[in-house]
Every structure is written in structure tokens, then in C-alpha cells.
């Protein structure tokens, strides 16, 4: 196959995947939002989801507040910001166009037809409900995913395909974790200073909502009841996003999947990749969530994503950037 | 003044022969079926994706071709003769090529001037004798053609350089089946959705002769080209790579492309880059679409190119005027197809009359294409015959004047109902181990009523073309 057009395959997923992401964490912001909860707390929420992604001076040379409708704004529709789902859908699209040939046209269609009806949405102006439009979002991204497994041969493009989804999913599911954990922390200090820690009963509620946000973002909130019989405990909703094996947006389970993956577009560069999520592997099995808890989560989420985003690149330095001549 | 000629009703008004189930089928339907189903055809090109980008538009701004959903049909004798023509033609075309690049024979016989040659733009000197598979040129060449009268078909342009238009011949097919199930149990329309093979099969016929199996790809300038969609489609059919300019790399002489499992030769290349664009080592240096080194493994014969480079040639319309010529001298036969009478406006004698009759006649540039660049006599204002009297004058040598034809008009769909349009065809013709064709083409229809200019970036539509079985 053609470096240029497992590149494209590559991003066209990753931009698919960004975008159902992005959706998942506006959903989750939004629908905690909603929630009684003192103003700062509200703001830094909606500034986290920011600096997650890295966006927050791009989003403040375009808005003087950090609040709801800007934010909802910025990462729906803003077409500058290449992260909004705007941007994401139509990069996904436009990779899709360029190696239609490659791609069954049922997913080819998909890719589009999703384009064209968010055409008629933007036309359409109707930002009063962004959980309809997130919803949609979400439910165009599975059926991309469907359609790419029910009708594509499992050859080096399905691969490909896969490869920039579970790269992009393990980055941002570390990311939603991260954020959310902040939150958590930021909330206590606020909760100390307002209610001078004795509003124990409010707090427990709130943090129920909280991480049952965290989980319905990842579509793991019935996963979490079933696997756990538990009250929504943070330790174990960490547990669940970084060490269940069977959870598909875990960390492990997209690290793992990674691995047999690779093994099927082998070639003579890419011993290096394997021997990096070998160890990224290794280091996931002999680990604990006790042990994450110690390092301090914040650590843990920093040094894998960093650990992850080294294996994206030598991943396109490997198969996607074209050769040299030689 | 004469109606020009209507491919579905006779001068009474009556439909022809090979119309007649189709006219009466057609006075069955509704408006509102028939505009239900022109909506529904729009919807589904665009959902499929087939459509050209709009250059400086909005992100991700495109355009469909409008698609008319009355066919174009040649009953089964008309199109024998017209195929038999065609396929003169090309082999004619592509003899001439070899020779002006060879022996010279054309021009030491006088038939046409060595400077309309040597002169020519489109003649490229690095081509002299170089050797290709089968010595054919011209391995996809499309052939526009309009009819004036009962049998009475004209070439209007040779297209060997990169043709386009078939995948909406093919398209244009499924589409008609698509919507009109019924209407194909009423005919036996001859199918024309094998194109791909027949091209795959030509191709491959062409390669380099020491390739076994040869390793044919598509090269494309890119998904910003109008013909994209065309490329991608052709090397999806084929099963082939679909290749830009940047995933190949010359060395040793042979082409390579870029893989993800390390660089894989190539050896027989669908080009839909210009010859100017192949090579900026031997062409423009400042093209980004081509490949390095790609004509020195070219002249080495490691690889082929369809068409081959210097085939513009053959379709300057400088050189038009000698095809009938050229047919007499190469095949010692009679042309089938007429040429339309050309003035030669280099001709002091051409020039005159043309300055003369400007109102009359359709001027062209002889390197143009696409429409532009042309001036339509009876179509235009007397300040847009002053102003190109004017670029006439100043460069005669760069036009040719034709009578304006009265291109047959087919009934099409427009916004006041049903109306007759002018319209011509594009037939594409495959030259390999053999000649091959499909039967049929791609009819383009002007919309705009009286307009004779059909082609598609100047607001022209396609039609399904049927060629009937017996």
C-alpha cells in the first residue's frame, strides 16, 4: 500500500475518532453543567476541557470569557480550531475523499453523507441543543466504525484504519481521565472553602455525578455497575479506564489491541514500535491501580500519554512518511 | 431558418423508429415523478461523492454535473457505421504520431508542411525516436462528435492527451437503471459498465516488453483536480493504485512508488498530468505534480505512459484539417467520419474570409480546450466579435474558423418542461493488442437554450448515451 494512503486512512480515523471524543467530553461538561454548583467551579470546568487539548490560548484570542456557549462554540463549530468537531469531521472527510478507492464506497458514503448533513446543520443554525447535535456526532462516529467492520476486507487498510482509532483513543480517554481527576481535586479545595469541609453529604452527592459523567463519556457507566456492584468510587473508575481488559476504551485494552495490530502491517522499521508498546505493555500488567495512586494519577496519565504519542510518531516515521528514495 | 436536427422527433413532429417506446413512455410520466426523481438523482451524486470542487468556494464546496434524465439513443446500424469511423480514425491518429517522431513519411510526401510540425508547441523534440510498446500513442482517446443531420456526423476534436468524461458515461448508466428500472425491460441498450476491464486489458497489453505481470497505476494531480473523482473511480475499478506525483520516485532509471512495506516498481502509468507537468527535470521545473526522472525511464523503455508524451500532436487544431488526410495516406481508405471544414486563419486566403463571416462562424484557438478561448459567431454581441477581431488580427496563426454547425438538439429537461438542447458525444476509444470500445459514449447537452457550448465547466449537463441492440 502507499505511505500517502495509509496516512490518509490513519488520520481519516483519528479525526473520526477526535471527533466523537471531543463530542463525548462537551456531553459530559455539559451535562455536569447543568448540575447546582458554585460559578468558579463552573468556569474552571469548561477551562479544563481547554487545556486538555491544548487550546486555551487559541480560545482566549478569539473570546474575553471562558464560559458555556463560548466553549461550546469553539470546539463545535469554530472552523480555526482544527480540534472543534467541525474541523474534524471535515479532515476525516476530505482523507476519506482522497482514498475513496481504497475504502469500501458504503464507508466512503458514510464519511460523506455525514459531511453533507452537517452542512445542513450549520445551515440550519441551531445551536440551542448541543446534546442532540453531540448525540448525533457520536452516533455518526459508530457507524463509521460499523459500517468500516462490516463491510471492509481485513487487509493493511482495515489495519491502518484501526491503528490511528485506538492511538487516538488511548490518548484521549487518558486525557478525559486527567481532566476530570483535576476537577475533582479543584472541587474539594473549593468545597473546603466554602462549606469549611463539613458538608460531607453534598459533597458525596455531587462527586456521584461527577464520575458518573466521567463514565457515561465513556459509555461506561452500566460497565462500571456491572463490574463493580459498587457505589461510583474514583479509585475504581480509574481502575476500570486504565487497567479492565475488557473495556474498549481502556488504556490497557487499547495498548493491547495495538500490539496484535502492528503485528499484522509488520515491515523492516517497525521492530522499534513493538518493542515500545511491548514495554508500554509491560508496564500496564505489572502495575497496579494502588501503585498509580501512589505515583499520583496526574504523573501516570502525563508519562503514558507521553509514552503514547512517541509510539504515534515513530509509527508515521515507520509506514506513513514516504520513503526516502533509496 | 432550417430547425436543426432533433434525435428524437422527425421534422412532423413524430418520433423516430428507435424513439418511440421511449416517447410514449415519456408522455406517461408526471412533472412532479419526473422532478421527484431529477431530485433524487442530485441527491445520490452527491451522497456518492460525484462531483468536482469549486476552486476559491467556501470549505468543502462542490459541485454535481447536472445529470438529464432523457437518454440519448443511436439505434444499432447508425452506431455501427460511427464506431467503424471511430476506430479509422484513432488508428489513422496514432500511425501519424509514430511517424512524426520517426521516418517522417506525412511530411516527405507533401501531405502536410514540416513547419506545422516542428513549429508546433505540442511537438515534443525528446520523443524522436523513441520506441514504445506497439507504437501506439494515443492508448485513450475520446473523440467528439456531433451530428448535423440524418447520418450526417461530423468530428469536431480529437482528445489523445487526457480525456476525460467516462466515468460519467458510466456513472450516467447506473443512474438511468437506477431510476428507470422499467425502461431497460422495454430496450436492449448494450451495456457499457465494463470500460474499466476493457481499459485494465489495454493497458496492460502496453507494457514495457522484458514485465511479466505488469504493475499498472493511475497518476493523479491531486483531489483538487476536477477530474478527481474520475481518477480515484477508474483505479477503484481497475484495482489498481491510485498515485500522485510525490509517491513515486525515479531510480535507475525505473519508477518505484512509495509503500508502506518499502518501494515497489512500477511499470505501465495512467497519466492525468499534462505532459508539461510530467517531469520538472525535462518539462516545467516548477511542477510539483510530476516525478523526477520520469521521461529518462520512459525514453530507457522501463516503463510505459498512456497516452504517451507528445501526443498533442495529433489533436492541435492546427493539424485537424490534415486527418482525412491522413487517413488516405496511413490506411489507403476512404474517411468515414467527416472532418467540419476548417479555415486555417495562417492562410492570408482563411484569414480574409474569416475576418469576413465572423458573425457566421465558430473561431477557436488552435491549443485550446474546455470552451475557453472561442469565439461563437451568431451567438455573440457585435462588441464581443470587435474585441476578438482584434486577437484575430494580432495572431492569426493561433486560430482556426469553422462554419457553425447545427448540431442536432435531444430533448432535456429544463425549468419550462421538456425543450430540445444541443448536444455531441464523446466516444472513447481504447488502442492496445487491439482497438476496443464500448458502445455508447458520454452525451454532454448545452442547458442554456440555443447555446452550442456543451462542455461541463461552462454550465453543460450529461446525458445517458443508448446504443440499442438489434
Keep these: 500500500m502507499l505511505s500517502r494512503t495509509a496516512d490518509c486512512l490513519y488520520w481519516m480515523a483519528r479525526y473520526t475518532e477526535r471527533a466523537e471524543n471531543t463530542a463525548r467530553m462537551l456531553d459530559v461538561n455539559h451535562q455536569t453543567s447543568l448540575l447546582p454548583q458554585p460559578a468558579e467551579f463552573l468556569e474552571q470546568s469548561w477551562k479544563k476541557l481547554l487545556t486538555i487539548s491544548k487550546l486555551e490560548a487559541d480560545f482566549l484570542s478569539k473570546y474575553d470569557v471562558i464560559n458555556r456557549e463560548n466553549v461550546l462554540d469553539f470546539m463545535i463549530y469554530e472552523t480555526s480550531n482544527p480540534s472543534s468537531i467541525v474541523s474534524c469531521l471535515y479532515a476525516a472527510r476530505e482523507n476519506a475523499r482522497v482514498i475513496r478507492g481504497k475504502i469500501t464506497s458504503e464507508v466512503w458514503e458514510t464519511q460523506n453523507t455525514t459531511w453533507l448533513e452537517l452542512q445542513r446543520i450549520l445551515e440550519a443554525r441551531d445551536r440551542a441543543d448541543p446534546s442532540r447535535l453531540l448525540d448525533w456526532v457520536k452516533h455518526r462516529c459508530h457507524l463509521f466504525r460499523g459500517v468500516m467492520y462490516g463491510t471492509m476486507l481485513k487487509n493493511e487498510a482495515f489495519y491502518f484504519i484501526n491503528i490511528g482509532t485506538l492511538l487516538e483513543r488511548a490518548d484521549n480517554t487518558a486525557r478525559i481521565l486527567e481532566t476530570k481527576y483535576e476537577d475533582q481535586a479543584s472541587l474539594k479545595v473549593l468545597r473546603a472553602q466554602n462549606h469549611g469541609g463539613d458538608n460531607e453529604d453534598g459533597g458525596s452527592f455531587f462527586d456521584f455525578y461527577h464520575w458518573a459523567a466521567l463514565l457515561r463519556s465513556v459509555s461506561a457507566f452500566e460497565i462500571y455497575r456491572q463490574i463493580y456492584s459498587d457505589q461510583v468510587v474514583p479509585k475504581q473508575v480509574a481502575q476500570l479506564l486504565i487497567f479492565n481488559k475488557q473495556m474498549p476504551r481502556s488504556l490497557v485494552c487499547c495498548v493491547n489491541e495495538l500490539i496484535s495490530l502492528i503485528a499484522e502491517v509488520e515491515n523492516n522499521q517497525s521492530k522499534e514500535i513493538e518493542r515500545l508498546l511491548g514495554k508500554l505493555k509491560a508496564s500496564l500488567d505489572y502495575s497496579d491501580i494502588d501503585e498509580v495512586f501512589t505515583q499520583g494519577l496526574e504523573e501516570f496519565i502525563e508519562s503514558f500519554l507521553e509514552k503514547i504519542n512517541h509510539i504515534a510518531d515513530e509509527f508515521s516515521t515507520a509506514y506513513l512518511i514516504p520513503l526516502a528514495a533509496n | ?470
Design chain 2, 1 to 470: 431558418m432550417k430547425l436543426p436536427f432533433d434525435e428524437m422527433l422527425d421534422a412532423a413532429g413524430k418520433a423516430r423508429p428507435h424513439y418511440q417506446i421511449f416517447h410514449s413512455w415519456l408522455k406517461q410520466q408526471s412533472d412532479t415523478l419526473m422532478g421527484l426523481k431529477r431530485a433524487e438523482a442530485d441527491l445520490i451524486f452527491r451522497r456518492v461523492g460525484i462531483t468536482f470542487a469549486v476552486y476559491g468556494d467556501d470549505l468543502g464546496s462542490e459541485r454535481t454535473i447536472p445529470f438529464d434524465q432523457v437518454p440519448r439513443i443511436f439505434a444499432a446500424k447508425e452506431w455501427e457505421q460511427l464506431e467503424k469511423g471511430l476506430r479509422q480514425r484513432v488508428k489513422a491518429l496514432n500511425r501519424f504520431i509514430y511517424d512524426v517522431y520517426h521516418e517522417e513519411d506525412i511530411i516527405k510526401a507533401g501531405i502536410i508542411p514540416a513547419e506545422q510540425i516542428f513549429n508546433n508547441a505540442q511537438y515534443r523534440p525528446e520523443m524522436r525516436n523513441v520506441n514504445i510498446p506497439r507504437d501506439i500513442y494515443a492508448q485513450i482517446a475520446g473523440i467528439d462528435i456531433v451530428r448535423a443531420g440524418e447520418g450526417e456526423f461530423y468530428v469536431l476534436e480529437d482528445n489523445l492527451r487526457v480525456p476525460s468524461g467516462v466515468s460519467y458515461m458510466v456513472e450516467d448508466r447506473k443512474m438511468m437503471m437506477r431510476l428507470f428500472p422499467d425502461l431497460f425491460q422495454k430496450y436492449r441498450v448494450a451495456p457499457v459498465e465494463h470500460y474499466p476491464d476493457l481499459l485494465l486489458e489495454c493497458l496492460k497489453s502496453v507494457k514495457p516488453d522484458d514485465v511479466k505481470k505488469p504493475n499498472v497505476v493511475v497518476l493523479t494531480p491531486g483531489m483538487y483536480n476536477s477530474a478527481y473523482f474520475e481518477h480515484s473511480y477508474l483505479a477503484q475499478q481497475m484495482g489498481v493504485e491510485l498515485v500522485e506525483g510525490k509517491d513515486l520516485f525515479v531510480k535507475n532509471e525505473q519508477v518505484f512508488m512509495r509503500t508502506t512495506q518499502g518501494p515497489e516498481r512500477v511499470d505501465v502509468i495512467y497519466r492525468r498530468v499534462d505532459d508539461d507537468f510530467l517531469d520538472p527535470l525535462s518539462f516545467r521545473s516548477d511542477s510539483t505534480l510530476g516525478v523526477a526522472g520520469l521521461l529518462s525511464a520512459y525514453r530507457a523503455g522501463n516503463v510505459t505512459l498512456a497516452n504517451a508524451i507528445g501526443t498533442g500532436i495529433a489533436d492541435d487544431k492546427s493539424i485537424y484539417p490534415y486527418v482525412p488526410d491522413m487517413i488516405e495516406f496511413y490506411l489507403g481508405e476512404k474517411p468515414i467520419l467527416n472532418n467540419v471544414p476548417t479555415f486555417q486563419c495562417r492562410k492570408p486566403d482563411d484569414l480574409a474570409y474569416t475576418l469576413a463571416n465572423l458573425d457566421k462562424l465558430v473561431v477557436k484557438l488552435t491549443h485550446g480546450a474546455g470552451g475557453y478561448g472561442m469565439l461563437v459567431g451568431p451567438a455573440s454581441t457585435k462588441a464581443e466579435i470587435e474585441e476578438f477581431r482584434a486577437h484575430l488580427i494580432a495572431n492569426p496563426d493561433k486560430y482556426i474558423a469553422q462554419p457553425t454547425l447545427a448540431l442536432s438538439t435531444c430533448p432535456t429537461f429544463v425549468e419550462s418542461g421538456v425543450a430540445p438542447r444541443h448536444i455531441d458525444l464523446r466516444p472513447f476509444v481504447l488502442s492496445g493488442k487491439t482497438i476496443k470500445m464500448v458502445p455508447g459514449g458520454l452525451t454532454r447537452v448545452a442547458l442554456k437554450e440555443g447555446s452550442l457550448v456543451v462542455n461541463s465547466s461552462q454550465g453543460g449537463g450529461t446525458k445517458d448515451t443508448w446504443v440499442l441492440e438489434e
